[in-house]
């Protein structure tokens, strides 16, 4: 038929564009959760230096950080795998 190519490159640019915002919603939830780790207080241990609480702390946002960063990385190949892209 004469509509099937331009019935194909719609198909495609709506699977394309799904893919996109599936992408940012998983983007902006990482961030919530990695807003939510960041805000939370840390725990207090009154018997330890202050030194090892603070590198404690920093050590958590490092972690928190990557875990972000990854999960930001890997969003666009698992949307892009679960749309057939």
Do not use: H
């Amino acid at each position: 038929m004469d509509g099937e190519p331009t019935q194909q490159v719609g198909k495609s640019f709506l699977k394309g564009y799904c893919a996109v915002c599936l992408e940012g919603a998983i983007i902006v939830l990482a961030c919530i959760i990695f807003s939510l780790f960041a805000s939370s207080p840390p725990s207090v241990d009154t018997s330890a230096q202050a030194v090892n609480q603070v590198w404690s702390y920093v050590g958590e946002l490092v972690f928190n950080m990557l875990v972000l960063v990854g999960t930001v990385k890997a969003s666009d190949r698992v949307v892009r795998e679960m749309m057939g892209l």
